[in-house]
């Protein structure tokens, strides 16, 4: 096993792996860090599997990642991503030589992933999440005060969804197009919807008739 003869060291192996990896797809890195992440887990893998193994379970693996970003770009509801974490947990969790250090390969994946959240705080964020968490940093000292009214003015107004809403989508409000979000409501696209709220340019929806039924 190289230099995983001690279990623990599976935690610090997919702990980074999954870390620079994760971070790669948040941040704009320039690839330097999904270069590292990947050489983390090509060792982790590498030094458990057969070759024939190691294909298979890094093919798992990065299918994960590649369904974290199809949801980033593509979905935004959080299926995806969620499918692809698992993908990642079972292939490290599998490759292990003993369920002890499955637990830790497990465990580095899991804190892996969320600890790449920091980088967020020091490095540009790619655009792809944009969608997903819905954040407009728009400040009346940026001169965003039209823009601001506009959006509450929609308050109470009614539209239909063009988009299927889970629960992010698009809404069409007096002839125009605008991103919105429900209450984790899923509503279908041609249904009519109601503008309950608005915090910014985030506009939060329901669907009118469960809205008029309260």
Not at 31 to 60: A, K, Q
Not at 76 to 103: E, H, K, Q, R, Y
Not at 133 to 160: H, R
Request: hydrophobic share 50%; proline share 1%.
């Amino acid at each position: 096993m190289g230099i995983l003869q001690n279990d623990w060291v599976s935690f610090l192996i997919t702990f980074f792996g999954t870390l620079f990896l994760i971070g790669e797809l948040l941040v704009n890195a320039r690839g330097l860090f999904g270069l590292v992440g990947l050489g983390f887990i090509t060792v982790y893998f590498y030094s458990f599997l057969s070759p024939s193994m190691f294909i298979v379970m890094m093919l798992i693996y990065l299918i994960g990642l590649i369904l974290i970003v199809i949801d980033g770009k593509l979905i935004n509801d959080g299926t995806l991503a969620t499918i692809g974490a698992a993908c990642m947990i079972v292939a490290v969790g599998f490759s292990s030589p003993n369920w002890v250090a499955g637990l830790y390969g497990v465990i580095g994946v899991v804190l892996g992933g969320a600890s790449s959240l920091f980088f967020l705080k020091a490095f540009k964020r790619r655009d792809m999440w944009s969608k997903i968490t819905l954040i407009d940093q728009l400040s009346t000292e940026a001169g965003y005060n039209t823009m601001n009214e506009q959006y509450k003015s929609l308050v109470n107004e009614e539209g239909v969804a063009q988009t299927d809403m889970r629960p992010v989508g698009t809404v069409q409000i007096n002839g125009k197009d605008y991103s919105a979000v429900t209450n984790g409501q899923w509503i279908y696209r041609g249904s009519t919807i109601i503008v309950e709220a608005v915090d910014g340019t985030k506009i939060l929806v329901a669907k009118k008739q469960n809205h008029d039924a309260q």
